[in-house]
């Protein structure tokens, strides 16, 4: 049996208690389950704990934001302890690679550029990202995409950095005839998707694999 006798400041406990728990259920005679758990493992909890919190938000329930929000730390804090055992990486390693990546990121705030909109904030992010990445092709750009997006918001990130490279260019991206607005386009994609159900034809698997082959053309 593991003692955990941290007694919480001011009735709650912090960042560095809830640390300290994910360590000791890592440590011998922790939790059997916690210690064979591997980056690999983790990867469908973290992307349920994701999904968790964003239903939590858009249910507008701070309670449940509460939880879920401790759910992806705890996500984050285990693959920083994993790392740590294996002698790759530490805690200290990640919050210093995300503030430095914050404050390059950020020169329209921490720097000589400016920004007078979240319009321009964010072009400025994009031009300091690809920058940091040392990217100068959409080749480069497009292989950045992760591969296990689902297949539409893949072919939607690839689609915008086609457009934003295009105009970049002086020129613009053929588009196809699409409704103007998001009830009507839903309805079309739904069609699409009900004809291919029909046919026996999975569009996921359909959509990943052509943008995979013919848009990103990865290896």
């Given at each position: 049996m593991i003692s955990f006798d941290r007694t919480p400041e001011d009735g709650k406990y912090k960042f560095y208690d809830l640390y300290e728990v994910i360590r000791l259920l890592r440590s011998p005679g922790g939790c059997p389950w916690d210690r064979v758990q591997t980056h690999r493992t983790l990867i469908t909890p973290m992307v349920e704990e994701a999904y968790e919190l964003v239903d939590a938000i858009e249910k507008e329930r701070d309670d449940k934001l509460v939880e879920e929000l401790g759910d992806v730390l705890l996500q984050v804090i285990f693959h920083t302890i994993i790392g740590a055992e294996e002698g790759k990486f530490t805690f200290d390693d990640v919050t210093d690679r995300c503030t430095r990546k914050m404050l390059f990121r950020h020169s329209h705030v921490f720097g000589e550029d400016t920004a007078a909109n979240a319009g321009e904030a964010l072009e400025n992010w994009e031009k300091r990202k690809t920058n940091e990445k040392g990217f100068d092709s959409l080749e480069q750009k497009l292989r950045d995409i992760p591969r296990n997006y689902p297949a539409?918001?893949?072919?939607?990130?690839?689609?915008?950095?086609?457009?934003?490279?295009?105009?970049?260019?002086?020129?613009?991206?053929?588009?196809?005839?699409?409704?103007?607005?998001?009830?009507?386009?839903?309805?079309?994609?739904?069609?699409?998707?009900?004809?291919?159900?029909?046919?026996?034809?999975?569009?996921?698997?359909?959509?990943?694999?052509?943008?995979?082959?013919?848009?990103?053309?990865?290896?």
């Open positions: 539409l918001y893949k072919a939607y990130k690839a689609a915008s950095k086609i457009r934003k490279d295009a105009e970049a260019r002086g020129s613009s991206a053929d588009t196809a005839d699409v409704p103007d607005n998001e009830e009507e386009l839903g309805k079309q994609l739904y069609e699409i998707v009900r004809a291919a159900e029909a046919k026996g034809l999975n569009p996921e698997t359909a959509l990943r694999r052509y943008v995979d082959r013919e848009i990103i053309k990865a290896d």
